[in-house]
């Protein structure tokens, strides 16, 4: 839910992947339901879309003055890249 240019009210985005016949269905189901006051079909109309990833990285370790601030791996040393300098 989200803030609406009119007091009072807040507004809502739904997106659905559907066929046109489909989509009309939802739009008639959205109408029916109480508190409804408007519902915009926005296929076809221009839009600027934005993707957003949240991704949680755990912090380093802190590790000892001159030493690596890799974090060491249990693979075997063959299988280990490292980087040269």
């Known amino acids: 839910m989200g803030r609406s ?3 009072g009210l ?7 992947e559907s066929s046109a016949e489909a989509g ?13 006051v408007d519902v915009d079909d926005i ?3 221009p839009a600027v879309t934005r993707e957003l990833a949240l991704i949680k990285v755990p912090p ?6 001159g030493s690596s601030s890799w974090p060491r ?8 890249w490292r980087r040269s300098r």
């Open 5 to 7: 240019e009119r007091a």
């Open 24 to 36: 009309h269905r939802i739009q008639a189901s959205l109408f029916k339901l109480e508190n409804v």
């Open 43 to 45: 296929a076809q109309a």
């Open 73 to 80: 791996s249990s693979a075997p040393a063959s299988s280990i």
């Open 60 to 65: 380093r370790r802190k590790t000892a003055p």
């Open 10 to 16: 807040s507004r809502l985005t739904l997106v659905c």
